[in-house]
C-alpha cells in the first residue's frame, strides 16, 4: 500500500527554522516527483514547492522562494521541507503529495495526513 | 503572479448536476486538476487532465474544459458529495509553478 508520512511539525517562533519530513512506503519513490502542499486555518490550498523524481530539478512558489528548501533522500524514501524565516502566514497545515503513480499524470495521486505547523511568539 | 478563479460556494439539492467553474488565462494550454476534499480530511483527486477520471471516482464524476474555463460536473449529486472542491493548474511560464483556485464549497441538502 502507498503511503505517505508526514513529521516535524509544531510551534516555532517568528523568523525561526522548521524541517518537514515525509516517509513514502509501497513504492518506488525516485520514480515520482513530489511536492509540498500547505493549508491556513480556515483557508484553502496553496502549492508551495515540487522537486523531481531525482531531486534534480526544485520549483517554489514566489510566497517561499528564498526562503524554503525542498529536497528528498531518495535512499531513504524521504521527502523534506527546510522551512527558515518563518513568519505568521506561514502557519498551515503543510501535506506532502506524489504525483501520477496512480494516473501517470502530473496529478497529486496520494496525499499524506499532514502535519501542522504554527508559527507564534 | 497566476491565478485560478472560482465561485466560493454552489449549492443543489440531492440528485440535481452540480457545476463548479474555474477559470484561468493559461488553461488552453494547461490542464485542470480537481481535487475534493472533505472536512478535517486530505484533499483527494476526483477529475485531472482536464476530463479524466482516477479508479475509483464515481461515474457522476466529470470535467470538461473549453477556452479559459474548466468545469466540474457532479451529476446527480448526493449528500456524501458535500465538499470543498478546487481546481489546480500550472502557470504557462515555463516555471512549473502550480496554482489552486481558491475553493468552492459544495452543499447538496
Known amino acids: 500500500e502507498v503511503q505517505l508520512l508526514e513529521s516535524g511539525g509544531g510551534l516555532v517562533q517568528p523568523g525561526g527554522s522548521l524541517r518537514l519530513s515525509c516517509a513514502a512506503s509501497?513504492?518506488?519513490?525516485?520514480?515520482?516527483?513530489m511536492s509540498w502542499v500547505r493549508q491556513a486555518p480556515g483557508k484553502g490550498l496553496e502549492w508551495v514547492s515540487a522537486i523531481s523524481g531525482s531531486g534534480g530539478s526544485t520549483y517554489y512558489a514566489d510566497s517561499v522562494k528564498g526562503r524554503f528548501t525542498i529536497s528528498r533522500d531518495n535512499s531513504k524514501n524521504t521527502l523534506y521541507l527546510q522551512m527558515n524565516s518563518l513568519r505568521a502566514e506561514d502557519t498551515a497545515v503543510y501535506y506532502c503529495?506524489?504525483?501520477?503513480?496512480?494516473?501517470?499524470?502530473?496529478?497529486?495521486?496520494?496525499w499524506g495526513q499532514g502535519t501542522m505547523v504554527t508559527v507564534s511568539s | 503572479s497566476y491565478e485560478l478563479t472560482q465561485p466560493p460556494s454552489v449549492s443543489v439539492s440531492p440528485g440535481q448536476t452540480a457545476r463548479i467553474t474555474c477559470s484561468g488565462d493559461a488553461l488552453p494550454k494547461k490542464y485542470a486538476y480537481w481535487y475534493q476534499q472533505k472536512s478535517g480530511q486530505a484533499p483527494v483527486l476526483v477529475i485531472y487532465e482536464d476530463s479524466k477520471r482516477p479508479s475509483g471516482i464515481p461515474e457522476r464524476f466529470s470535467g470538461s474544459s473549453s477556452g479559459t474555463m474548466a468545469t466540474l460536473t457532479i451529476s446527480g449529486a448526493q449528500v456524501e458529495d458535500e465538499a470543498d472542491y478546487y481546481c489546480?493548474?500550472?502557470?504557462?511560464?515555463?516555471?512549473?509553478?502550480?496554482?489552486f483556485g481558491g475553493g468552492t464549497k459544495l452543499t447538496v441538502l
Open positions: 509501497g513504492f518506488t519513490f525516485s520514480s515520482y516527483a
Open positions: 489546480y493548474s500550472t502557470d504557462s511560464s515555463g516555471n512549473h509553478r502550480g496554482v
Open positions: 503529495a506524489m504525483e501520477g503513480i496512480l494516473t501517470g499524470a502530473d496529478a497529486f495521486d496520494i
